[in-house]
């Protein structure tokens, strides 16, 4: 089992900048990858990055040149660096991690608004 505890996420402005933070704990050896995932209202959950263990990335289009996924597996943390936010950043981002085809797990959730 793997838990997921997120922080940072808040009021940003645009244009401006927000860090959330996961961290992992439990079987965190087994983690092989992590993502950051969002929710928009009266959307569906969409992937907004992906960090694997060995630290290829993936961005959703949108948000490339924008955020920076990072990940620490010394610590087993992993960021959401977003710069030049947009009012269409604004959702809860969820932290997700992944220990094989029956392993997914995810974080409560942390609200991120962007002000115009």
């Known amino acids: 089992q793997v838990q997921l505890v997120e922080s940072g996420g808040g009021l940003g402005q645009a244009g401006g900048s927000l860090t959330l933070s996961c961290a992992a704990s439990g079987s965190t050896f087994s983690i092989y990858a992590m993502a950051w995932y969002r929710q928009a209202p009266g959307k569906q959950r969409e992937l907004v990055a992906r960090?694997?263990?060995?630290?290829?990335?993936y961005y959703k289009d949108s948000v490339k040149g924008r955020f920076t996924i990072s990940r620490d597996n010394a610590k087993n943390t992993v960021d959401l660096q977003m710069n030049s936010l947009k009012p269409e950043d604004m959702a809860v981002y969820y932290c997700y991690a992944t220990t094989g085809p029956r392993g997914e797990y995810w974080g409560q959730g942390t609200q991120v608004t962007v002000s115009s």
């Open positions: 960090i694997s263990s060995s630290g290829t990335t």
